[in-house]
């Protein structure tokens, strides 16, 4: 069950909505809860510490919707917030999504598209809850893994398991936001730290919906793999995904006009896979090396801003799939000679 708290200071909509999701309430699908403003929301989210979604107004007595959005990001990163109001103008949009708004529905309420907009933001909250509990239990085994905690978790089978060395045959992926270093300048640290990871939320959504995972952040980039059956069109479906739900994002504000974009490397081929780090720092990284991962690193540091970068052996493998347009030659790091690249288009 879904629990959706609902923060307006008209009761109207407090009526209009249980009335609107009466099945969906009688079925415990989903549970709403309910603030007269922002302040009220607070305390109820102290309350009710499992809340997966809120719907909130802008303008609001004692706390609007806005600053509300502001105290979310400093205590809960991974509850996601659609913003419902009559405000429905550009600067108050981008204000909110630059505050970690997910989406925004304008009133009068279209509760069709609000039910649609809910599932979206519930799915989106289920995706990263996943990731964040994943993360946590790799970081876990990248820090300690020593006989004590293998033992621990399963014994010699499983530690034999997790220090294999193997070659695999997968795709790399490498994105970088362009520029983003840039902002820096007109930004607090803070604001910073919190766009990039909007931003790093965006491109991991849509990694893990074509069943790539992360393999490391590096800065402002992300270096992911895809591995199994299709595994490079599955990476070349999740990049196209990923530049235009970048490029759909707002400026960063009026006074910085940053609106992002990515450069992309795909690579594909024999990698080795393994676990690479210091056994006397107890810290390994369960990671992939080799001439295939180095090129796409490389193709990435070629590519444009918008660009996704492919070499020519990548291009064979799916031109049929893809409309892609030849770049030229290019001299990569440490390749005695040019390679041809392509850019994927669509």
């Known amino acids: ?112 598209d609000l039910e649609l ?23 876990i085994l990248r820090m300690y893994v020593d006989e004590t905690v293998l033992n621990f978790m399963g014994g010699r089978e ?28 007109n930004e607090t640290p803070d604001n910073v730290v919190k766009l990039l990871n909007n931003y790093f939320d965006v491109i991991v959504k849509e990694i893990l919906a074509q069943e790539g995972y992360i393999d490391k952040f590096i800065g402002d980039a992300i270096m992911a793999v895809f591995r199994g059956e299709y595994h490079l069109d599955r ?11 970048i490029e759909k994002l707002p400026a960063l504000s009026d006074s910085v006009q940053f609106t992002p974009k990515v450069s992309i490397g795909i690579n594909s081929g024999e990698m080795i896979s393994g676990n690479i780090g210091s056994a006397n720092l107890k810290r390994l990284d369960y990671t992939v090396i080799g001439d295939v991962v180095n090129v796409a690193q490389r193709l990435q540091s070629a590519a444009n801003p918008g660009q996704i970068i492919i070499n020519e052996n990548s291009y064979e493998k799916i031109k049929e799939s893809f409309k892609c347009e030849k770049v030229g030659e290019v001299a990569l790091k440490h390749k005695s000679a040019p390679q041809t690249i392509y850019e994927v288009l669509a």
């Open 1 to 112: 069950m879904a629990k959706i708290l609902v923060v307006d200071d008209e009761t109207d909509l407090e009526v209009l909505i249980k009335q609107k999701f009466r099945k969906k309430i009688r079925e415990n699908t989903y549970e709403f809860v309910f603030a007269s403003n922002g302040k009220h929301a607070l305390e109820q989210l102290a309350i009710h510490e499992d809340v997966d979604v809120i719907l909130s107004d802008i303008n609001m007595p004692e706390m609007d919707g806005l600053t509300l959005l502001t105290k979310l990001n400093e205590q809960n990163s991974l509850l996601k917030s659609v913003i419902v109001s009559a405000y429905g103008d550009m600067e108050n949009l981008r204000v909110a999504m630059n505050r970690g708004a997910f989406d925004f529905i304008t009133k009068p309420v279209n509760f069709e």
């Open 117 to 139: 907009t809910m599932e979206k933001t519930l799915k989106h909250v289920v995706q990263m809850r996943e990731t964040m509990k994943a993360i946590k239990e790799n970081n």
């Open 158 to 185: 499983f530690e034999t398991s997790l220090s294999a060395n193997e070659i695999v045959e997968a795709s790399v992926v490498f994105i970088d936001i362009c520029s983003f270093t840039s902002i820096s300048e």
């Open 235 to 245: 990476a070349v479906d999740a990049c196209l995904a990923v530049r235009n739900q």
